[in-house]
T-cell receptor
Framework: EAGVTQFPSHSVIEKGQTVTLRCDPI?????LYWYRRVMGKEIKFLLH????????ESGMPNNRFLAERTGGTYSTLKVQPAELEDSGVYFC???????????????FGQGTRLTVV | AQSVTQLDSQVPVFEEAPVELRCNYS??????LFWYVQYPNQGLQLLLK??????LVESINGFEAEFNKSQTSFHLRKPSVHISDTAEYFC?????????FGSGTQLTVLP
């Protein structure tokens, strides 16, 4: 069974451009999460989908970030326009069940390394 | 609010030596505790977790962690490390559907 896959693995863009990251969760997983790690610091929560609905988007840094999950399957995270401080590794994770991360394992993708120059 | 502190950002250790990676957390309520590992060029993988019951939990590759409620710690240990254990290790706690990570500890096993 395929794990969580993320595209692209690396992206280098100029400040002011737009970038879209994609995450394909494990089939059947209702919960999908986005996390970000900036400059080797801690991995920080961005948002949580349950199926196609945003359950919690309290970690989204500002309105330049837009996440969608069409039909409750794959998810995209768009950054428009990108700024230098957006550079980092963006992780996606998915898990089963309706209880989120209470007692079920979250499976992570390899991450997308975004560099804004 | 909850937070996770990993006191050591880098831990170099010789092969077959023991290792302890420290993790402390702060939370006003009960939490679940996890250790994740990221090998080079791979995603985060769950190493072990504490949900309830025995305070000592083990992984399949010889790591163990002990939940100490009084010290709010969840240190990761291995009695004898291998070169293949070289990776970055993240401690995490979960509450209310959010997973809060520490800043990570890079374990480098030297020959």
């Amino acid at each position: 069974e395929a794990g969580v896959t993320q595209f692209p693995s690396h992206s280098v863009i100029e400040k002011g451009q737009t970038v879209t990251l994609r995450c394909d969760p494990i089939s059947g997983h209702d919960n999908l999460y986005w996390y970000r790690r900036v400059m080797g610091k801690e991995i920080k929560f961005l948002l949580h989908f349950v199926k196609e609905s945003k359950q919690d988007e309290s970690g989204m840094p500002n309105n330049r970030f837009l996440a969608e999950r069409t039909g409750g399957t794959y998810s995209t995270l768009k950054v428009q326009p990108a700024e230098l401080e957006d550079s980092g590794v963006y992780f996606c994770a998915s898990s089963q069940g309706g209880q989120g991360l209470w007692n079920t394992e979250a499976f992570f993708g390899q991450g997308t390394r975004l560099t804004v120059v | 609010a909850q937070s996770v502190t990993q006191l050591d950002s880098q831990v170099p250790v010789f092969e077959e030596a023991p290792v302890e990676l420290r993790c402390n957390y702060s939370s006003s309520v009960s939490v679940y505790l996890f250790w994740y590992v990221q090998y080079p060029n791979q995603g985060l993988q769950l190493l072990l977790k504490y949900l309830s019951g025995s305070t000592l939990v083990e992984s399949i590759n010889g790591f163990e962690a002990e939940f100490n409620k009084s010290q709010t710690s969840f240190h990761l240990r291995k009695p004898s490390v291998h070169i293949s254990d070289t990776a970055e290790y993240f401690c995490a706690v979960t509450f209310a559907r959010q997973l809060t990570f520490g800043s990570g500890t890079q374990l480098t096993v030297l020959p």
